[in-house]
């Protein structure tokens, strides 16, 4: 997939552009790997891992600003709540040292957090 080609999909999942192809963001998750020779759920060997670990990152703050976006359908942000685990499980698997796992557990209870706050919102 080009590069334009992912951000325009980036941009259709971000702002809900297609809420009911919830397939775009797996599709997403698999096309947008550090290169393109990354494969799902395993570690891209031609990259750094600060290059995965970035991708990753970048990735989740996508899905979460997206869930986050209460403007955006409930349903679409759910889906998105759904999928976000993947880009973290990745991220535990490839980034293995001290500051990588730190930053996981970061992550994690920066979800953990917004998704009271998502919860709550979704529950009206």
Same mark, same amino acid.
């Given at each position: 997939?080009? %590069? &334009?080609? *992912?951000?325009? +999909?980036?941009? #259709?999942?971000?702002?809900? /552009?297609?809420?009911?192809?919830?397939? !775009?963001?797996?599709?997403?998750?698999?096309?947008?790997?550090?290169?393109?020779?990354?494969?799902?759920?395993?570690?891209?060997?031609?990259?750094?891992? %600060? &290059?995965? *670990?970035?991708? +990753?990152?970048? #990735?989740?703050?996508?899905? /979460?600003?997206?869930?986050?976006?209460? !403007?955006?359908?409930?349903?679409?942000?759910?889906?998105?709540?759904?999928?976000?685990?993947?880009?973290?499980?990745?991220?535990?698997?490839?980034?293995?040292?001290?500051?990588?796992?730190?930053?996981?557990? #970061?992550?994690?209870?920066? /979800?953990?957090?917004?998704?009271?706050?998502?919860?709550?919102?979704?529950?009206?």
């Amino acid at each position: 997939m080009s %590069p &334009s080609n *992912l951000k325009q +999909l980036r941009l #259709q999942i971000r702002h809900a /552009l297609y809420p009911d192809k919830p397939q !775009l963001i797996q599709q997403w998750l698999l096309a947008d790997r550090c290169c393109r020779r990354a494969r799902p759920r395993n570690p891209c060997h031609c990259c750094d891992i %600060p &290059s995965q *670990l970035s991708s +990753l990152e970048a #990735q989740y703050q996508l899905l /979460l600003d997206t869930i986050s976006d209460e !403007l955006l359908p409930a349903h679409w942000r759910c889906v998105c709540l759904d999928q976000i685990y993947q880009p973290l499980r990745d991220y535990g698997r490839i980034g293995r040292d001290q500051v990588a796992q730190q930053r996981l557990r #970061q992550m994690l209870r920066e /979800l953990s957090l917004s998704s009271d706050y998502v919860r709550a919102g979704l529950a009206h």
